[in-house]
């Protein structure tokens, strides 16, 4: 069995700033998020056109902003001019989208810890995995504990390893598909991050097992949580940071 290396990281991650009460992905999601007393938050960084590190889930962009069409198709100066937070409600009209850099000076300032999803445009994986690893590793440069980078996609993570190998990495898992283990050790990650409903005690034992952490998402409800915390996992992901008080 592989010993398990201290790990920095609270349980308690704050899902895309506050979850679902501010609009994700923006300044104001993240500052709410702390106002609830989280210290560790997840975003999701994609590339655009120009090579721009920016916050945001969707490949498109008319979920959550007054853009239309591919978020990665345009330039940064495009992007930086859409409302990402009219769509949520009125009170975040005007919010803008962030870079990473804005998400880390605040994170840095304020003593906050990162999980940075690397959430691709279709067809540029292995780019948007070198770009992010990059940036993470110049914004987090001689910070006592880096970013988290992670990813559903093996070739991002592949593209952060192949660059900045002392990041810590995380494979992302909606399934335990064939192989799953084997490619995160290849990966040298340190975590499998799990839909929550893929965790049982043998699960829990064969990543422990490879010294990797085991953590979920995104977990809002309180039965969810207690099942994970009694499977002895590392981290919980959530949307509920009016729920879950993150010092628990």
């Not at 969707?58 to 409302?83: I, M, N, V």
């Not at 970013?147 to 898992?173: D, I, N």
């Amino acid at each position: 069995m592989a010993e398990l290396n201290p790990w920095p990281y609270p349980r308690w991650v704050a899902h895309r700033g506050a979850g679902k009460l501010a609009p994700e992905n923006t300044l104001a999601a993240f500052r709410l998020g702390a106002s609830h007393g989280y210290r560790m938050f997840e975003c999701d960084a994609k590339l655009s056109a120009d090579g721009v590190v920016f916050l945001m889930h969707d490949a498109t962009l008319d979920r959550t902003t007054s853009g239309h069409g591919t978020g990665g198709a345009q330039p940064w100066s495009a992007l930086a001019q859409l409302d990402a937070g009219g769509w949520h409600s009125r009170a975040y009209a005007g919010e803008p989208l962030p870079t990473l850099e804005n998400l880390a000076r605040f994170c840095r300032a304020n003593g906050h810890l990162l999980n940075i999803e690397i959430k691709p445009t279709p067809g540029t994986e292995r780019e948007t995995g070198e770009v992010v690893a990059r940036e993470a590793a110049r914004l987090w440069k001689g910070a006592a504990v880096p970013p988290l980078l992670t990813s559903f996609q093996v070739e991002s993570l592949k593209g952060a390893q192949a660059v900045q190998p002392g990041l810590p990495r995380g494979l992302l898992l909606d399934k335990l598909w064939d192989g799953w283990l084997e490619a995160a050790r290849q990966l040298g990650c340190v975590a499998i991050v799990c839909n929550h409903a893929l965790w049982d005690a043998t699960v829990v034992a064969l990543v422990h097992e490879a010294g990797m952490r085991a953590l979920s998402y995104t977990v809002n409800d309180d039965w969810a949580a207690q099942r994970l915390i009694e499977l002895g996992t590392d981290g919980i992901i959530t949307d509920r940071v009016d729920l879950f008080p993150p010092a628990a």
